[in-house]
């Protein structure tokens, strides 16, 4: 049974050809012992200071991107899903990796997530997003979600449908922020209050509650 033909996003051409087209994968460079990394990232746009590096490198020919009116890059793709995806008190870098955003808290607070809306998201075939749980309190910068265009290049009708289940369900992520309240702590029991054994549970609660960015006031003590 024969599948349907299928456009490969990129195409093979001479180094000479290669300025100002987007490559299609990392270029990695190996100096036997020193170093062995990608000097060039997928998605790189080569510039003609670029070639003599890449030819040192032994790449006479490059994949590059070769992408149709309806096909949008992984990189360009992750930007449209993380703007439909952050509300309030959610924010993201601007430099995607391999397709990926990070979706960082913009301050302390409380992170919510639409969770019926997020899995309804993920349904769409070529894009992915997973979260910490609902209702976590959070500090200023944390990881809240990472979202990404799944393929190297993403029919722009699946890129549309992502970003549309998105905004009909904004926000998706927030991050609620605090409102700072002064907590009074009793702390009951003869032998404490006697000072015949030391208390431990005041240190337990203070934690807890500066998690909610709370102000624990003077603790009191009570007999039985």
């Known amino acids: 049974m024969c599948g349907k033909a299928v456009s490969m996003p990129y195409k093979t051409i001479p180094i000479e050809q290669a300025v100002g087209t987007t490559l299609a994968h990392d270029m990695t460079e190996v100096i036997p012992g020193k170093s062995k990394g990608p000097v060039f990232r997928k998605g790189h746009k080569v510039k003609k200071r670029d070639l003599c590096r890449l030819m040192k490198m032994g790449k006479n020919n490059l994949y590059v991107l070769n992408l149709k009116k309806n096909q949008i890059h992984e990189d360009e793709a992750v930007f449209e899903l993380a703007h439909a995806l952050a509300g309030p008190g959610v924010t993201f870098s601007s430099s995607p990796k391999e397709g990926k955003l990070e979706l960082r808290a913009d301050y302390p607070g409380l992170f919510k997530v639409n969770v019926d809306a997020l899995i309804d998201f993920n349904m769409v075939e070529d894009v992915m997003c997973a979260s910490i749980h609902n209702n976590t309190p959070v500090k200023k910068s944390q990881s809240l979600a990472a979202t990404r265009a799944i393929p190297l290049v993403i029919d722009r009708n699946e890129l549309d449908m992502a970003v549309k289940k ?55 003590y009570s007999p039985r």
């Open 166 to 220: 998105a905004k009909e369900n904004y926000p998706i992520f927030s991050v609620k922020m605090f409102n700072p309240l002064k907590v009074r702590l009793i702390i009951t029991g003869n032998e404490v209050y006697n000072g015949l054994i030391q208390d431990k549970f005041q240190a337990i609660v203070e934690k807890k509650t500066q998690c909610f960015w709370c102000n624990l006031g003077r603790d009191c």
